[in-house]
C-alpha cells in the first residue's frame, strides 16, 4: 500500500504565496518509483481538477489557469512532490489533493486546504 500525506495549505492574501509539500511512504512504492505525481483541485461545487503534473523523468504540464504562477517539483529519492504556488488569486481557493502513480494505480491524500483572501 501507499500512504500519501499533503502538508502546507493555510490562509493567505491575494498576491501572496504558499508551498504545498506532499509525501508519499509504503512497501510498494520504496521499491517502484512513481510514474507520475500531480496535484489537483477542488472548490466548492466544483468537479476536482488537474492543476499541475510531473513525471518520473521530470516532464512538468500545468492547467492555463495557474500556468506562469505555479510551479511542480519531485524529489523522487525522497518520493515527495511540491507545489509552489505564487500570485495567488481569490479563485485559486480549494481543496488541493496530491496524487502518486505507480503501476497504473493512484494513490491520494487527504487534501489540505488552501484559502486565499482579499
Known amino acids: 500500500q501507499v500512504q500519501v500525506v499533503e502538508s502546507g495549505g493555510g490562509l493567505v492574501q491575494a498576491g501572496g504565496s504558499l508551498r504545498l509539500s506532499c509525501a508519499a511512504s509504503?512497501?510498494?512504492?520504496?521499491?517502484?518509483?512513481?510514474?507520475?505525481m500531480g496535484w489537483y483541485r477542488q472548490a466548492p461545487g466544483k468537479q476536482r481538477e488537474l492543476v499541475a503534473s510531473?513525471?518520473?523523468?521530470?516532464?512538468?504540464s500545468y492547467s492555463d489557469s495557474v500556468k506562469g504562477r505555479f510551479t511542480i517539483s519531485g524529489d523522487n529519492a525522497k518520493n515527495t512532490v511540491y507545489l509552489e504556488m505564487n500570485s495567488l488569486k481569490l479563485e485559486d481557493t480549494a481543496v488541493y489533493y496530491c496524487?502518486?502513480?505507480?503501476?497504473?494505480?493512484?494513490?491520494w491524500g487527504q487534501g489540505t486546504q488552501v484559502t486565499v483572501s482579499s
Open positions: 510531473i513525471t518520473s523523468s521530470g516532464r512538468t
Open positions: 509504503g512497501s510498494i512504492i520504496r521499491l517502484i518509483n512513481p510514474n507520475r
Open positions: 496524487q502518486f502513480g505507480v503501476l497504473g494505480n493512484d494513490y
